[in-house]
């Protein structure tokens, strides 16, 4: 399969070979649609274009995708199972749960997750609600504590905590912790504990329900690990197919299978110049090319 390079190659002679047929789009699909022919199983790419466009609101799940594998879903033969392609920073709880409990609702339990370089935060939840995780040497996952305007819910209580244990040792202590905990908004706290509650309860189910099979002490391990922010110091920490591996989530190599893993990277790589040369920031794009597409304002003149 073509490499990174080569595909940027393919892209340039398509468009001379086809003037009139976007390049990006047909080879795109032309791979998307090798990993169906590899597995046998629908496949669907959730992909966002953060890491090219950092700073695009509609990258991060939220409410929109459902829309997106509403459209992709749609006259798929559900009794073929489905594989996820997830590239995502990750996004709104809300959302999240919204999005498995539909994946849940047309599939049953019957869904992969194939990771080919990075799922973080909520993208790491939905691959939790699948029955087994494809990871290559290379691919990440991340940490599921719930963060709230950038914090993380678990670091906010655990300051709260300190200051109060500093102010009863020291009373003189509460003029300094004063400045600190007076930026916290009415509620904040509250809504931080709910969050971690609600997120990890939410994966707990899951993963007992689905990937392990009703073993709660192996649940536990994977949630004591992937939503402990003391323990992963930040929400950003890369997480590695082997670490996921011994903790006990279902992982399968990507290398296990070459052609799979041809076709995934090839895949990932067609994706990835689509958001270098595009405005698209969002693609949902299924094995038959039915394609769900967000994309941001050019920069103004």
Request: net charge neutral; hydrophobic share 35%; glycine share 6%.
């Amino acid at each position: 399969m073509p490499n990174w390079s080569e595909v940027i190659e393919e892209i340039e002679q398509e468009a001379k070979n086809n003037p009139d047929i976007n390049p990006l789009d047909t080879v795109r699909r032309k791979y998307l649609k090798k990993i169906y022919q590899v597995t046998g199983r629908n496949t669907i790419a959730y992909y966002s274009g953060w890491l090219q466009k950092p700073q695009a609101a509609d990258a991060a799940v939220n409410d929109k995708d459902k829309s997106g594998l509403m459209l992709t879903i749609n006259k798929l033969d559900r009794t073929k199972g489905l594989d996820l392609i997830l590239h995502t920073p990750g996004g709104d709880i809300a959302a999240t749960e919204s999005l498995v409990d539909y994946l849940y609702a047309m599939f049953g339990k019957d869904f992969r997750v194939i990771v080919p370089q990075i799922s973080m935060s909520a993208g790491t939840m939905i691959a939790f609600a699948s029955k087994e995780i494809v990871m290559g040497k290379h691919s990440n996952l991340g940490p599921i504590d719930p963060q709230m305007g950038g914090l993380a819910c678990q670091a906010v209580l655990d300051e709260f905590e300190q200051a109060k244990k500093d102010i009863k040792s020291n009373p003189q202590a509460a003029a300094l912790w004063q400045v600190i905990i007076s930026k916290y908004h009415p509620t904040f706290l509250g809504s931080c504990a709910q969050a971690i509650d609600w997120s990890e309860k939410m994966v707990s189910k899951w993963l007992e329900e689905n990937m392990c099979n009703g073993d709660t002490e192996k649940v536990k391990r994977i949630i004591d690990t992937f939503a402990n922010h003391n323990k992963q110091k930040s929400h950003a920490r890369h997480i590695s197919k082997e670490k996921c591996s011994s903790i006990g989530l279902n992982i399968s190599s990507l290398e296990e299978n070459q052609a799979l893993q041809d076709a995934v990277l090839t895949t990932h790589h067609a994706f990835m110049h689509t958001f270098s040369s595009t405005y698209c920031v969002k693609i949902i794009e299924n094995h038959n090319g039915v394609a769900y597409i967000e994309q941001s304002a050019p920069p103004s003149s």
